[in-house]
Every structure is written in structure tokens, then in C-alpha cells.
């Protein structure tokens, strides 16, 4: 298994969750994020000066898939997310060594007396 991270621009996550939706991938965590990358932020001049916003809003979306489909998720988050402009995102691969379901139901050892 693996997760692949993404990090997106804002207005570009309703592209990119129905190219997954469209893909078969449903399950994703999706975290409002904010950094800064290779641009360093971006400078804006107005009539009193120039100021910098070194702190960018982005959308961190994590999705845990099988190998199998990882170049679909990664070809998907690229059609999705992309504008041909700098501050697109990044894309991360890792590998998740295991994955535990939490369920409601109690096991012999966790219930309480």
C-alpha cells in the first residue's frame, strides 16, 4: 500500500475529487494547510509600499490506495489540480507498512466490567 499526498491549490479540489470519485477512489482525508514553496510566497506592491505573503493556502489531500493504483491517483491529481502556472502543488508518494480499521465493536479483551 501507499499514500499519496497531495498539495493543492484551494479551487482546484472539487477537479480533483470527482476525477478520483470518477476513478473509483472515494476514501481521502482532506486538510486546509498553509506553506510556502519554491516561489517563497508571493509579493504584492500597492500605493503605501510592497508586502510580502510568505504563507500560501493550500489543500492537503492524503489517500492510502493498493500499488496498483498509484499512477491512476497521481494522473488523476495532476489533471485535476493543474493551471500552467507556478504554485500548482507537489505530489508525495510513501509507503504505509500497515493499515488498522478502528470499529466500534468490542473485543473479548476490551470490554468493560
Do not use: N, W
Request: aromatic residues 4%; hydrophobic residues 40%.
Amino acid at each position: 500500500m501507499k499514500m499519496v499526498i497531495a498539495i493543492i491549490r484551494p479551487d482546484r479540489l472539487q477537479c480533483v475529487k470527482d476525477g478520483l470519485k470518477d476513478a473509483g477512489i472515494y476514501a481521502m482525508t482532506i486538510t486546509h494547510v498553509t506553506g510556502r514553496g519554491e516561489q517563497m510566497g508571493l509579493v504584492f506592491t500597492t500605493r503605501v509600499g510592497e508586502f510580502t505573503v510568505d504563507e500560501i493556502e493550500k489543500i492537503k489531500v492524503e489517500i492510502v490506495v493498493e500499488d496498483d493504483q498509484v499512477d491512476t491517483v497521481i494522473g488523476v491529481v495532476k489533471r485535476g489540480a493543474e493551471t500552467g502556472h507556478p504554485g500548482d502543488g507537489r505530489i508525495f508518494i510513501i509507503p504505509v507498512l500497515e493499515s488498522i480499521r478502528i470499529r466500534s465493536e468490542c473485543t473479548e479483551g476490551d470490554q468493560a466490567e
